[in-house]
């Protein structure tokens, strides 16, 4: 999804108050936008001539108000003003609010009028008016377009400390690169060719027979997913062998490490996938960094039910001896749904943070898987080959490079399998091109750790 952009109107130097943060997730709502900030009310009056003369005949706009008790609410039409005097149907129309890290949003219900178009201040549903009489209030008047609770939109404080309209235009298509800024080739020989060397591995630690990837990300961004697709590209048709799906709390619950066979009948091939709990922001949910730390240094075994109040606690004798290389992880793999990069908290991207100081302390090879391209861009999402082409998913891999301190050339896009019945070849492109890269950044691990390894005092 694009992020949002807000431009300033050329005749008056306007400095909108929306925080980044809420602008990104209204984008969310309305899809690829710009917003141009039209009206302000502490510069142009509260006056509904003056909210007129800047809004009518725009089409789309977002209005925006701000309280003394820090709500950040409003609503979105579809549809222009142009004091017409007429009752308004928008079965796009919406109400929003957001308070101290929580947000919502109400549709307008079906059958009802979104506002009436006249020459007064801007309304949503004949319930709530902004700038009220010319003032700086919101005035709630009941009724049922919209099934809202004051108490939850502003907090019952109609006392306005700001109020802004924004034009929503839809963002231009997606720029094409000149050249690839990555070069692929998209043809049945190099899917044999990734096939056959990622068949043919050997880890650069005898004592290896398989390296170990840990995938780690936020619910939903498609740990669970990665493993179904690699699985299906090696039995030759698409398996859900590892649960997975979209639901707001992980689905994956237990430590799980996937063996990956070569043909349903065939032998393991040189890696285990592992599977975690998804990150969540809040404390006392989703995979605790400590289990982290636990899988890491090879602890924690397959099947281990996690429980985000309490970490792992190792048997006492097992923690006495130390884990061998076998078991211990070889490469950390963030996995990053692409269509929210900029919608995450700072609560999760400070986990994540303390995710990567352990793994680097440890030494060990990291990577970013960015899922779901396709959902990201129009542009690929018509043809996947065009992702290294795309200056938007390109913006996206510096972005989350940026964002989670790891070169460039570590991010790799991918598009797992979710609802195709039968395999496609650009997909297996993408998805084997990124599990050679994880099993060259393990060996890059061993070739570090081989002198203390081949080595021991």
């Known amino acids: 999804m694009q992020k949002a952009k807000v431009r300033k109107v050329s005749t008056d130097t306007l400095i ?14 309305l899809g690829n936008v710009e917003l141009s900030l039209l009206y302000k009310a502490s510069v142009h009056g509260y006056k509904a001539s003056a909210f007129h003369q800047r809004c009518d005949r725009q089409g789309p706009t977002l209005l925006v108000a701000y309280n003394h008790s820090g709500y950040i609410f409003g609503g979105y039409t579809s549809v222009d003003y142009a004091q017409s005097g007429r009752e308004i149907k928008d079965e796009e129309a919406f109400l929003f609010s957001f ?39 919101v005035h709630y008047q009941g009724g049922n377009a919209f099934s809202l609770n004051t108490s939850s939109v502003y907090g019952n404080d109609t006392r306005l400390s700001e109020c802004e ?51 780690i990300g936020p619910v939903g961004a498609g740990k669970s997913s990665f493993f179904n697709s690699i699985n299906s590209i090696f039995t030759g048709h698409v398996t859900n062998k590892a649960m997975s799906g979209s639901a707001g709390t992980s689905l994956t619950v237990q430590f799980r490490t996937y063996p990956v ?19 969540e922001e809040q404390s006392g949910a989703g995979l605790d960094i400590e289990d982290i730390s636990s899988i890491l240094q090879g602890h924690i075994p397959d099947r281990y039910k996690f429980n985000p109040m ?76 065009s992702v290294y082409v795309s200056s938007y998913i390109k913006s996206k891999v510096q972005e989350v490079s940026s964002g989670l301190g790891v070169p460039v050339s570590c991010v790799l896009p ?43 005092k």
């Open 261 to 279: 066979n070569d043909g349903r009948e065939g032998k393991p091939l040189p890696f285990v996938l592992c599977d975690t709990m998804g990150l």
């Open 310 to 385: 309490a970490p792992f606690q190792p048997d006492e004798q097992k923690s006495s001896r130390p884990a061998s290389l076998q078991e211990k992880i070889h490469c950390v793999v963030y996995v990053i749904d692409a269509t929210k990069i900029s919608l995450m908290s700072d609560k999760l991207q400070e986990k994540l943070a303390s995710i990567r100081r352990k793994v680097n302390s440890l030494g060990i090879a990291q990577i970013v898987l960015m899922t779901k391209v396709d959902e990201a861009c129009p542009l690929v999402e018509e043809n996947l080959q």
């Open 99 to 137: 308070t101290s890290g929580t947000s919502s949003y109400i549709k307008i219900n079906s059958g009802y009028n979104a506002r009436y178009d006249d020459a007064g201040g801007p309304n949503f549903g004949q319930q709530l008016y902004f700038c009220y009489n010319n003032q700086p209030v």
């Open 165 to 215: 309209v924004y034009k929503v235009e839809q963002e231009p298509e997606d720029s094409v690169e000149e050249k690839p800024w990555r070069n692929v080739q998209w043809t049945p020989d190099r899917r044999a060719e990734l096939m056959e060397i990622i068949r043919n591995h050997k880890p650069l630690m005898r004592s290896v027979s398989r390296v170990r990837i840990l995938m």
């Open 414 to 456: 991918v598009k797992n399998y979710s609802q195709e019945l039968e395999l496609e070849l650009n997909c297996d492109v993408l998805l084997l091109t990124a599990l050679q890269q994880m099993l060259r950044f393990a060996d890059d691990y061993f070739d570090d750790i081989r002198p203390v390894e081949d080595n021991p």
């Open 16 to 29: 909108s108050n929306l925080p980044e943060e809420r602008k990104e997730q209204l984008c969310a709502s």
